[in-house]
């Protein structure tokens, strides 16, 4: 497809078990970011991957959490012994340019994680 | 470093207009302006830029005060179609970006 793809839509896990969470940017576009949305709350940054410069990893919360970008493409989202807390949507976007320096930030629809 | 929005939140009748303002406590060099309807992601609206270029798509128009760190989205003649949060994001020195706390627009009949 044309636009941003993530993968799975919902994932319902048990606490302590890990978690991966996939996006397909669109071709093309050389930064992809992750951000996190709790109920009724705004996005929170978690990181940002820029061509083949090291990942801005500043937003993510804890060493539980990690991202890869591979081959400067898909990008997978891993968080590891998960907590009740890190239920939320995670949204990725792509942009031809880093912070969509002259355009716009395409958003996918994002995968919501349920922690039981 | 997060943006801080105004108003939280806003009920409008059809064909009201609207003003959301965004403040941040940083030199910005761009603001992003983008709407999420209840369940969607998020959809870009415009960017500001530094030195007073828009670059946008919708009905919607915008003013970006570098001086004072602060935008602003003016919607006017309100839309049923308009409901959902807005948020700003803004870009300041360090390739940092950060988006707003949100403000939920319901446009009423």
Redesign the interface.
């Known amino acids: 497809g044309a636009g941003v793809s993530q993968s799975p839509s919902n994932k319902v896990t048990e606490k302590g078990k890990d978690v991966e969470l996939r996006c397909d940017p669109i071709s093309g576009h050389t930064a992809l970011y992750w ?1 996190r949305q709790s109920l009724g ?3 929170e ?1 978690l990181i940002y991957f820029q061509g083949n410069s090291a990942p ?1 990893k500043s937003g993510l919360p804890s060493d539980r959490f990690s991202a890869e970008r591979t081959g400067g493409s898909v990008s997978t989202l891993t968080i590891q012994r998960t907590q009740q807390e890190d239920s939320a949507v995670y ?1 990725c976007a792509s942009s031809l340019e ?13 995968s919501r994680l349920t922690v039981l | 470093q997060q943006p801080v929005q105004s108003p939280q939140a806003v009920i409008l009748r059809e064909g009201e207009d609207a003003v959301i303002n965004c403040s941040s406590s940083k030199a910005l060099y761009s603001v992003h302006w983008y709407r999420q309807k209840h369940g969607e992601a998020p959809v870009f609206l415009m960017i500001l830029l530094k030195g007073g270029e828009q670059k946008g798509h919708e009905k919607i128009s915008a003013s970006f005060n570098e001086k004072k760190q602060q935008s602003s989205l003016y919607l006017t003649a309100s839309q049923l179609s308009y409901s959902g949060t807005y948020f700003c994001g803004t870009e300041n020195a360090g390739n940092q970006f950060y988006f707003g706390t949100g403000t939920s627009l319901t446009v009423i009949p």
């Open positions: 951000y709350q705004g996005l940054f801005d949204l880093l912070w969509g320096n002259t355009g716009e930030l395409f958003f996918g629809e994002g």
